[in-house]
């Protein structure tokens, strides 16, 4: 994943990070077995607040205003299925930059 570096509102994505799916072709997100009962709603009511698209799996090459927005959209994804993405690395000398890794929950701690 790439970012360019001109400056953008967060919510907004470029025609190139969006995928050709619409909102409306998408199902309600529903909470996983396995979550607690009582965070269900919560869960499913954020989730659900995301723009649709962020529920989809981040593909090579998609663009991104800004460090930040595909901060959001990988958090969004990552809530979604269940882990956390932490950002290891940025640069922005003359090109901005970072990097993500996946973090499993319940695996060991990265401190």
């Known amino acids: ?3 360019q570096p001109t ?4 919510p907004a994505a470029t025609p190139a990070a969006t995928p050709a ?3 409306a072709a998408l199902p ?3 909470a996983k077995p396995r979550c607690p ?7 499913e009511r954020a989730v659900n607040a995301l723009p649709p698209v962020w529920l989809l799996q981040p593909t090579t090459g998609e663009v991104f205003d800004s460090i ?16 956390d993405i932490v950002q290891t690395r940025r640069d922005t000398k003359k090109v901005p930059k970072a990097h993500f890794e996946y973090l499993k929950y319940g695996e060991s701690t990265r401190n």
């Open 28 to 30: 309600a997100w529903c």
């Open 21 to 23: 799916a619409t909102p």
């Open 68 to 83: 930040e927005y595909c901060k959001y959209r990988l958090q969004g994804y990552a809530l979604a299925e269940g882990f």
């Open 7 to 10: 400056p953008a509102a967060l």
């Open 1 to 3: 994943m790439s970012v």
């Open 37 to 43: 009962k009582h965070l269900v709603a919560v869960l």
